[in-house]
């Protein structure tokens, strides 16, 4: 479903993608992990056509994305960080952005799910982070897209809230979806995600399951097999 062929990304004299090569199959649940400063989301920004690589290039069922927009119509994204107009009340938001994509939304669903009936002609400057952050989760789940990419979803949430987020990611891998997410909350990757992909210096380091991360660090905690990979690396 997604190729990264040879791809190279500097800023200035920082390389941070170093010849990457990923292939993501259709349908499963994909951690995209590694420290700060290793390359994921620049890896992720390239996929969605904000950043752009100095070589290599990016496919897409099977097509070429590199400077072209039309494919982002079957891509959901959720960025780490809600920078919402602060004037606009959160249903003016959501409007807003139903009508700028050229699909049916299920908000009412959504917005019934995270609780957020008693939010909606509240304007977003006044919202708290969480909120905020179920404000972003209704926008990126409200289409239904074969392609989901969750930027730290986690960020702020309530206990009950990431519940029903873990259900949702669930249930939309059910439907056949690729889903893929950058988090440092090492409980959800291993209740959740199928692979694990590594990242250190803008490389690849591990691709796999989580089963065989722990198999081949020796270790059965994620947090320690994961701390173990970067510790060998460095080494």
Known sequence: ??????????????????????????????????????????????????????????????KSVLKKWDYRNDLNYLPQIANFPPNLTVIELINMVKNLRPKKANEKELIELFGLQGFLQKKLGTLSGGTKQKVN?????????????LDEPTTGLDPIALIHLKDLIQKEKDKGKTILITTHIMSVVDELADEIVFLLDGKIYFKGSIDALKKQTNNTNLERAIANLISKQYA
């Open 1 to 62: 479903m997604i190729e990264f062929k040879k791809l190279h990304k500097k800023f200035g004299k920082l390389i941070v993608l170093d010849g990457l090569d990923l292939h993501i199959a259709k349908g499963g649940i994909f951690a995209v992990l590694g420290p700060n400063g290793s390359g994921k989301t620049t890896l992720i920004k390239s996929l969605l056509g904000m950043v752009i690589p100095n070589k290599g290039d990016i496919f897409f069922n099977g």
């Open 137 to 149: 989760l209704v926008l990126t789940f409200m289409f239904d897209s074969e392609l989901i990419i």
